[in-house]
């Protein structure tokens, strides 16, 4: 019985599923606001961005309301290559819980133009506000195709490369290693030079100075015997036996 009233119940959720999807957006209510109401609004919004001279768009660009100035700025992004203003396209409107997003469509010579605004509702003031508006160019579906796939080239090729790169500097690390060893070899291998070692001086000074004392000790003897001073004598040579 469970299953049944669960498998029933399920029905119903999408039955009542279906039956938004098909309602007519004309019939929705919008926080006390009309589908004219939203498409008047983008349609003469999207007219005074097309009307507007160079001197109002300068002003728009400064002011501090960033919605009014984020759909100024990207409106002269896109549309100054886009040739003349045409008219006016295809209006929707979109409304997903307290969100609501219209689109209109804006028709020029080369590419067409996409006008998006959105409303939130505040549920303390009571009021629809403003949150965002922006222009974007509208592609077809085999641009974006395109498009989706050179980002999805360009990204798997981003990695390949970096990953090719990594392979070759993890490949030459052995030819960095071995390079080091065959250099820790070589000096290993060559023989240390040994400074020469400075032959000892011979001992010139500690001999005239035993000579010297030797004939002091002499004169003072031949003096002492002789009994005159020990300075009129003069030691000529010295023989050693």
């Given at each position: 019985m469970k299953?049944?009233?669960?498998?029933?119940?399920?029905?119903v959720f999408m039955v009542f599923g279906l039956a938004a999807c098909g309602t007519d957006p004309k019939d929705v209510e919008y926080?006390?606001?009309?589908?004219?109401?939203?498409?008047?609004?983008?349609?003469?919004?999207?007219?005074?961005?097309?009307?507007?001279?160079?001197?109002?768009?300068?002003?728009?660009?400064?002011?501090?309301?960033?919605?009014?100035?984020?759909?100024?700025?990207?409106?002269?992004?896109?549309?100054?290559?886009?040739?003349q203003y045409q008219g006016l396209g295809?209006?929707?409107?979109?409304?997903?819980?307290?969100?609501?997003?219209?689109?209109?469509?804006?028709?020029m010579e080369e590419r067409d133009i996409c006008v998006t605004f959105v409303f939130k509702y505040n549920f303390a003031a009571e009021q629809l506000?403003?949150?965002?508006?922006?222009?974007?160019?509208?592609y077809t579906m085999g641009e974006k195709m395109s498009k989706a796939g050179?980002?999805?080239?360009?990204?798997?090729?981003?990695?390949?490369?970096?990953?090719?790169?990594?392979?070759l500097i993890i490949y030459c690390f052995r030819f960095i290693g071995s390079a080091q060893q065959k250099s820790a070899a070589a000096k290993e291998s060559v023989p240390e030079k040994k400074e020469p070692v400075a032959a000892p001086q011979p001992a010139v000074e500690e001999a005239l100075t035993d000579d010297l004392e030797l004939a002091?000790?002499?004169?003072?003897?031949v003096a002492a015997s002789e009994g005159v001073p020990a300075d009129g004598f003069v030691v000529r040579s010295i023989r050693r036996r």
């Open positions: 299953k049944k009233l669960s498998l029933f119940l399920c029905l926080y006390g606001m009309k589908y004219e109401d939203f498409e008047n609004y983008a349609q003469q919004n999207v007219e005074a961005l097309a009307g507007m001279t160079d001197e109002q768009k300068a002003y728009y660009e400064t002011i501090d309301d960033d919605v009014i100035k984020n759909l100024v700025v990207t409106w002269n992004a896109v549309a100054g290559e886009q040739g295809e209006f929707t409107i979109t409304k997903a819980q307290d969100t609501i997003t219209l689109e209109q469509i804006a028709l506000q403003p949150t965002d508006a922006n222009a974007d160019l509208i050179m980002n999805t080239l360009l990204g798997m090729g981003t990695v390949f490369t970096v990953l090719i790169l990594i392979s002091a000790v002499i004169a003072a003897a």
